[in-house]
């Protein structure tokens, strides 16, 4: 699909190259390759994070962003803009930031998770303190509802909780 930089309407582009061909056959089978079906092509990013695990001797990797897995692969994509932090239609003339949700399993990686299911297993959770903390210790009443608050945004699944995690290992 080709994007009008200007009106932002949409039009079929040029066939694929053999490259991208074969990523969206391994990582997006959800509507075939048919003419016209959406596809978010991927293969550039993936070989950015290769090349970045290369250059690892030891240590580990994580990629943080908004993704799916093939089981979950959006028919009609995810691409979307954003403008002073509101979503906007997907225009590429600068007045907005453009972007698509990661097929994070087209990573390479040792596992997948959520930011929320990160966040519980490293022992982050919104636990409201008890209110009585705020009669003895009104300091620490109010530092332990702010962690408290920012746990509960941190792992929203419907915001930031839903982030996917693709972490690789090297040794």
Same mark, same amino acid.
């Given at each position: 699909?080709?994007?009008?930089?200007?009106?932002?309407?949409?039009?079929?582009?040029?066939?694929?190259?053999?490259?991208?061909?074969?990523?969206?056959? +391994?990582?997006?089978?959800?509507? *075939?390759?048919?003419?016209? @079906?959406?596809?978010?092509?991927?293969?550039?990013?993936?070989?950015?994070?290769?090349?970045?695990?290369?250059?690892?001797?030891?240590?580990?990797?994580?990629?943080?962003?908004?993704?799916?897995?093939?089981?979950?692969?959006?028919?009609?994509?995810?691409?979307?803009?954003?403008?002073?932090?509101?979503?906007?239609?997907?225009?590429?003339? *600068?007045?907005?930031?453009?972007?698509?949700?990661?097929?994070?399993?087209?990573?390479?990686?040792?596992?997948?998770?959520?930011?929320?299911?990160?966040? +519980?297993?490293?022992?982050?959770? @919104?636990?409201?303190?008890?209110?009585?903390? @705020? +009669?003895?210790?009104?300091? *620490?009443?109010?530092?332990?509802?702010?962690?408290? /608050?920012?746990?509960?945004?941190?792992?929203?699944? /419907?915001?930031?909780?839903?982030?996917?995690?693709?972490?690789?290992?090297?040794?």
């Amino acid at each position: 699909v080709l994007v009008d930089s200007v009106t932002g309407e949409e039009g079929l582009g040029g066939p694929l190259s053999a490259d991208d061909l074969a990523w969206c056959a +391994r990582h997006w089978p959800v509507n *075939g390759l048919t003419v016209g @079906a959406r596809v978010e092509v991927g293969a550039s990013r993936d070989a950015a994070w290769s090349d970045l695990v290369s250059r690892v001797r030891r240590g580990t990797l994580l990629a943080v962003d908004y993704g799916h897995v093939r089981e979950e692969r959006p028919v009609e994509g995810t691409l979307t803009g954003y403008r002073a932090g509101a979503q906007v239609a997907p225009v590429p003339d *600068g007045s907005c930031d453009v972007t698509a949700h990661v097929a994070v399993d087209s990573l390479d990686h040792d596992e997948l998770t959520t930011q929320r299911e990160a966040l +519980r297993a490293l022992g982050v959770t @919104a636990v409201v303190p008890d209110h009585a903390l @705020a +009669r003895t210790d009104p300091a *620490g009443y109010v530092a332990a509802l702010s962690r408290s /608050s920012a746990a509960a945004a941190l792992s929203d699944p /419907s915001g930031l909780g839903a982030f996917q995690w693709a972490l690789r290992r090297v040794c």
